[in-house]
């Protein structure tokens, strides 16, 4: 600081002497003086430590780093985001002039929602006993597929439902589905997948139209109440002008028939191709992505005669490279065809099965789990796909938020309908147990939590 004072001296001095000696540069001269003399004795000077530029930016955090607190992958384009000050005397703030004290607030809760992201990893974390309401009561939601309503079907326990998903390091809110609604209002959220995208997908129908006094706006497109069979699914929330959608895509790539020189049809998967579907949603305000667990069926694990890349279908061909080259595919399509300045794109993570003694097709059982894993010691090994899937979108030109709900979910053997998949008249020994997809109310619930804080850290699209 003396440094400073004597170079402001010396400076004010030679200065003023280099000047004609007239009046309106002698003026100038005061000016300038004290200007300099604000700079250097002004608090901030004299409490905190040197005014660097490094100590400035330390502030400030590309968005790649709030990319990465959710999916471990750095998109290309930064943003900047303010950092919550270590004390009081180490803030700096950085703020625009608002046209209203509403607008204020919009982004200082925006600026909270960063600062969880940007401070900690949302997806590491914890279930802690939690006795509020869930989002939505059991048997209150209509638009549950019987097979995910274990409620309906008779589960006897309910602790399942009493635990919250509690990230290390912060506190995440409660997904306000009327928040949620005004906030994606006049958009379209589409989600792409398999089954379990559909069990999200359900869940987050019911969060929202359980935030709502009046229902009788809120309705499936086609009027269908079973969500198994078609391949598109779009529920209107008339009130919001909002569409939330299902697209069943399981691979993400095309599924084909194809001719052999006997005439025979034959299934394959064109690892080259991307299902035909992707015109009905390329350019929704949000895309929620996934794919799994359709690549663990005997069909394509074992891989014999079913890839296919242009002409060529393989004799024999890896699951792992099969997957790789499918998500390549995937995104490729992405990035030639979403515009990232409208569309915002999640891909969901691996959600975890727990089948004991065997496979879903081949005596797996989960019957009778009603509390969930507490040690890590316990947990599976991190799954192949999440390994080339973060690889792949690493290499993405389009951002990519990864929603990686896997070891949350593999906490959770006591959440998956089991024998509950059906009511308890067609129950028979032996029967078919449902341990990969979640009972609703249940586990995909904490899943569009995550997806509201996330979209909450999006202040250029939805704030």
Request: hydrophobic share 35%; charged share 20%; net charge positive.
């Amino acid at each position: 600081m003396d440094s400073f004072k004597n170079l402001f001296f010396d400076f004010s001095r030679n200065f003023g002497q280099s000047l004609p000696k007239s009046r309106t540069k002698g003026l100038f001269t005061l000016f300038l003086t004290l200007v300099l003399a604000i700079i250097f004795f002004s608090p901030l000077s004299n409490k905190s430590p040197a005014v660097t530029s490094k100590n400035l930016l330390s502030h400030l955090h590309p968005g790649s780093n709030y990319i990465s607190s959710l999916s471990s992958i750095v998109p290309g384009e930064p943003h900047f985001i303010s950092q919550p000050p270590r004390t009081c005397t180490d803030a700096v703030t950085f703020s625009a002039v608002n046209k209203s004290n509403e607008t204020s607030r919009m982004h200082e809760t925006v600026a909270t929602h960063e600062n969880i992201i940007s401070s900690c990893d949302i997806f590491d974390g914890n279930w802690i006993l939690d006795d509020s309401e869930p989002l939505y009561r059991p048997g209150s939601c209509p638009f549950i597929d019987d097979a995910f309503n274990c409620f309906k079907n008779g589960r006897p326990d309910s602790d399942y439902l009493r635990l919250r998903w509690k990230p290390h390091g912060c506190e995440i809110p409660r997904l306000d589905g009327l928040k949620m609604l005004k906030m994606l209002s006049g958009k379209r959220l589409v989600f792409v997948g398999d089954s379990l995208n559909r069990n999200m997908w359900e869940s987050l129908v019911c969060a929202l139209r359980g935030s709502l006094g009046n229902t009788s706006n809120v309705y499936e497109v086609s009027g269908r109440r079973e969500f198994r069979t078609e391949g598109f699914y779009s529920f209107k929330f008339q009130d919001f002008n909002l569409s939330v959608d299902f697209i069943k895509s399981p691979f993400l790539v095309q599924e084909w028939k194809l001719t052999t020189k006997a005439g025979m049809r034959r299934e394959t998967l064109r690892l080259d191709m991307i299902q035909a579907s992707s015109t009905k949603y390329h350019d929704a305000d949000i895309i929620i992505f996934n794919t799994g667990h359709w690549w663990t069926h005997h069909k394509t694990s074992k891989g014999n005669n079913y890839f296919q890349e242009g002409n060529r279908v393989y004799n024999t061909l890896g699951v792992t490279d099969a997957f790789t080259k499918a998500l390549k595919t995937w995104a490729r399509w992405v990035d030639s065809n979403i515009n990232s300045s409208q569309t915002t794109v999640f891909f969901r993570g691996y959600s975890a099965s727990h089948f004991k003694g065997g496979q879903w097709n081949s005596g797996g059982s989960c019957e009778g789990e009603t509390v969930p894993i507490t040690s890590d010691t316990y947990l599976s090994p991190h799954p192949w796909m999440m390994t080339i899937l973060e690889s792949v979108i690493s290499e993405m030109k389009t951002p990519v938020f990864l929603l990686n709900i896997t070891k949350m979910t593999d906490y959770r053997k006591d959440g998956h309908p089991s024998i509950f998949s059906q009511p308890e008249a067609i129950r028979r020994p032996g029967m078919i147990q449902d341990c990969s997809h979640w009972c609703l109310p249940g586990i995909p619930d904490s899943w569009n939590e995550l997806l509201y804080v996330s979209l909450l850290a999006s202040r250029n699209k939805f704030s």
